[in-house]
């Protein structure tokens, strides 16, 4: 049994730009916005029950492989942002999309995806197929929706 038709965890997760992200023109520096995809990111895996200590124990390691990011508009000092990931590929891999819009606005500041694998903890091969344990945690988050 596989997860079906019906929708794939999303969430959402707001921060305030703090003073030691932004540069002297008081933009949040681009390198930053990473630490901000793995923030909601993790949020996403909460989710599912299957973050990084799940993942560890499920017997995986689930590196970033692939990682793109296109900025539409600065985040500011101080501005509160919304960052939502959702999950759009998990068949062979995890590929998460995301979106930065200022809070209040709703204005889009940025668009991103990342790609992780799985890896084997015991001997370190990437699988060509997500394993079992993510699909059970998927169908499980499915079922569990209204």
């Given at each position: 049994m596989t997860p079906d038709d019906r929708p794939l965890p999303s969430c959402e997760t707001e921060l305030k730009i703090p003073f030691h992200d932004i540069d002297?023109?008081?933009?949040?520096?681009?390198?930053?916005?990473?630490r901000y995809l793995e923030i909601a990111r993790c949020e996403?895996?909460?989710?599912?029950d299957y973050n990084y200590p799940q993942m560890q124990d499920?017997?995986?390691?689930w590196p970033v492989i692939d990682l793109?990011?296109?900025?539409?508009?600065?985040a500011l000092f101080a501005q509160r942002i919304a960052i939502e990931a959702r999950l759009t590929e998990w068949e062979n891999r995890l590929k998460i999309d995301y979106t930065i819009r200022d809070a209040q606005t709703r204005k889009r500041l940025t668009r991103a995806w990342s790609v992780?694998?799985?890896?084997g903890l015991n001997d370190h091969e990437m699988r060509l197929?997500?394993?079992p344990v993510l699909v059970e945690r998927l169908l499980a988050w499915q079922e569990a929706q209204p």
């Open positions: 002297m023109m008081q933009v949040a520096w681009h390198g930053h916005y990473v996403l895996l909460d989710a599912i499920s017997g995986f390691a793109r990011l296109r900025y539409a508009a600065p992780q694998v799985a890896v197929e997500s394993p």
